[in-house]
């Protein structure tokens, strides 16, 4: 049975680190070798889970949702007062957003999300956390430098805007609303929502204002 | 999360365990690996610590051979539907009332902990402002020892210039999830 012993465990990833491969794709070969052998693993539904998320669970679910917010102001007021009941409407609660909150950006905020302590991220509705997201260094300087953070990404606040950084330490998750950009009114969820990055909904993309010649 | 659907998950597993058994690789290897690399590093010396795996199975394994694929391929929209049925609620009922409310000035106490917790280390000591209380939340440092046990759970916000000195003069706050015995009077 289940030791809960914090040394137990630090021991076997010692005895882990000494006898798998160094080399990081045949340390995860050995390691799916042996679990797929005693049954444990099903190579099958890896295969499956990769492409559910390659294809169908992503960050256009997160779109939708936005989309929707912007055209159609009680779907924002559910959204904002109920994330996973809001996000449910469209059948996207699921995986990681049974606690979503939704915060929006204003003229006089921005803001973001990040997991200092994991890669805690609202999967169900965004799909899988981009790999910067996981780093060392994007989850240590979230919470300690988030405007250069968001310059390195292309993004420069202005000091009047206050930036705020959700830190996802408990089972919250949070996905950012921006602000729908001028120019596009009139248009419809579908074309709204194609504006719409996962950075954006991350917090590391604010101005998604299309540019001049974008495609319908 | 992956394990729930992807392994066979022991039953006396918690999130916060498997939370935990994560963050006890070395941290040369912990900061360093790939997710993924890790997310079958921390699987797998799970199952070896609850006994459905011996270390000596792992380390003798054949590594030339492709894992095998039996059967007929899962459909993607098996995995739609195990994704939505994933959703978890970590909220419980708790007799006790809410310590803090909307407003209040908070400390997030210094103490370190001993195992799992969620209280990040540049939060200590500093005082911020309850923005919201969330009701009453699943504990981790107990679920990570396999006990249930519920505390209310606030979000506090801390100025950044209360958190790091370069950000002296600046607006911008830092949102954090605590448990109430993380948070103390100012």
């Given at each position: 049975?289940?030791?809960?012993?914090?040394?137990?465990?630090?021991?076997?990833?010692?005895?882990?680190?000494?006898?798998?491969?160094?080399?990081?794709?045949?340390?995860?070969?050995?390691?799916?070798?042996v679990?797929?052998?005693?049954?444990?693993?099903?190579?099958?539904?890896i295969?499956a889970?990769?492409e559910?998320?390659?294809?169908?669970?992503?960050?256009?679910?997160?779109?939708?949702?936005?989309?929707?917010?912007?055209?159609?102001?009680?779907?924002?007021?559910?959204?904002?007062?109920?994330?996973?009941?809001?996000?449910?409407?469209?059948?996207?609660?699921?995986?990681?957003t049974?606690?979503?909150?939704?915060?929006?950006?204003?003229?006089e905020?921005?803001?973001?999300?990040?997991?200092?302590l994991?890669s805690?991220?609202?999967?169900?509705?965004?799909?899988?956390?981009?790999?910067?997201?996981?780093?060392?260094?994007?989850?240590?300087?979230?919470v300690?430098?988030p405007?250069?953070?968001?310059a390195?990404?292309?993004?420069?606040?202005d000091d009047r805007?206050?930036?705020?950084?959700?830190?996802?330490?408990?089972?919250?998750?949070?996905?950012?609303?921006?602000?729908?950009?001028?120019?596009t009114?009139g248009?419809s969820?579908?074309?709204?929502?194609?504006?719409?990055?996962?950075?954006?909904?991350?917090?590391?993309?604010?101005?998604?204002?299309?540019?001049?010649?974008?495609?319908? | 999360?992956?394990?729930?659907?992807?392994?066979?998950?022991?039953?006396?597993?918690?999130?916060?365990?498997?939370?935990?058994?994560?963050?006890?690789?070395?941290p040369?290897?912990?900061?360093?690996?790939?997710?993924?690399?890790?997310?079958?590093?921390?699987?797998?010396?799970?199952?070896?610590?609850s006994?459905?795996?011996?270390?000596?199975?792992?380390?003798?394994?054949?590594?030339?051979?492709?894992?095998?694929?039996?059967g007929?391929?899962?459909?993607?929209?098996?995995?739609?539907?195990?994704?939505?049925?994933?959703a978890?609620?970590?909220?419980?009922?708790?007799?006790?009332?809410?310590?803090?409310?909307?407003?209040?000035?908070?400390?997030?106490?210094?103490?370190?902990a001993?195992?799992?917790?969620?209280?990040?280390?540049?939060?200590?000591?500093?005082?911020?402002?309850v923005?919201?209380?969330?009701?009453?939340?699943?504990?981790?440092?107990?679920?990570?020892?396999?006990?249930?046990m519920?505390?209310?759970?606030?979000?506090?916000?801390?100025?950044?210039?209360?958190?790091?000195p370069?950000?002296?003069?600046?607006?911008?706050?830092?949102?954090?999830?605590?448990?109430?015995?993380y948070?103390?009077?100012p």
């Amino acid at each position: 049975m289940t030791s809960f012993s914090s040394d137990r465990v630090a021991e076997i990833h010692r005895q882990l680190h000494i006898h798998l491969p160094s080399e990081p794709a045949l340390r995860v070969k050995a390691l799916e070798s042996v679990l797929v052998e005693k049954g444990l693993l099903d190579g099958r539904m890896i295969d499956a889970w990769v492409e559910a998320f390659a294809e169908d669970i992503g960050p256009k679910r997160g779109a939708q949702v936005v989309a929707r917010a912007w055209v159609d102001p009680e779907y924002k007021a559910r959204l904002i007062a109920n994330g996973p009941a809001a996000i449910g409407e469209f059948g996207f609660l699921g995986l990681h957003t049974s606690h979503l909150n939704v915060a929006e950006n204003t003229d006089e905020v921005h803001i973001s999300s990040s997991a200092r302590l994991c890669s805690c991220y609202p999967f169900s509705i965004l799909g899988i956390a981009p790999n910067w997201y996981k780093t060392a260094a994007y989850r240590a300087r979230a919470v300690r430098d988030p405007r250069g953070v968001l310059a390195e990404f292309g993004v420069d606040i202005d000091d009047r805007v206050e930036v705020r950084v959700w830190d996802s330490t408990a089972e919250l998750r949070y996905l950012v609303l921006p602000q729908r950009p001028a120019g596009t009114e009139g248009w419809s969820e579908a074309r709204l929502a194609g504006l719409v990055t996962r950075n954006s909904m991350i917090g590391t993309d604010r101005d998604l204002t299309p540019r001049t010649g974008e495609a319908v | 999360m992956w394990s729930m659907a992807m392994l066979i998950w022991v039953a006396d597993w918690t999130t916060d365990w498997w939370r935990h058994v994560r963050e006890l690789i070395e941290p040369a290897d912990y900061l360093t690996r790939r997710y993924f690399d890790q997310w079958m590093q921390t699987q797998t010396a799970a199952l070896i610590d609850s006994g459905v795996l011996t270390l000596e199975e792992v380390t003798s394994a054949d590594l030339t051979s492709a894992p095998k694929r039996n059967g007929s391929a899962i459909r993607r929209s098996d995995v739609i539907e195990m994704v939505a049925a994933l959703a978890k609620d970590y909220s419980r009922q708790t007799e006790a009332p809410p310590t803090f409310a909307r407003g209040d000035s908070v400390r997030a106490r210094s103490m370190g902990a001993t195992g799992h917790t969620r209280l990040p280390a540049y939060a200590r000591g500093r005082v911020g402002v309850v923005h919201a209380h969330r009701g009453a939340h699943v504990f981790p440092g107990a679920s990570a020892r396999g006990k249930e046990m519920a505390e209310h759970l606030y979000t506090v916000a801390f100025p950044a210039d209360a958190l790091w000195p370069e950000a002296a003069g600046r607006r911008d706050r830092i949102f954090v999830d605590l448990w109430e015995s993380y948070l103390e009077q100012p």
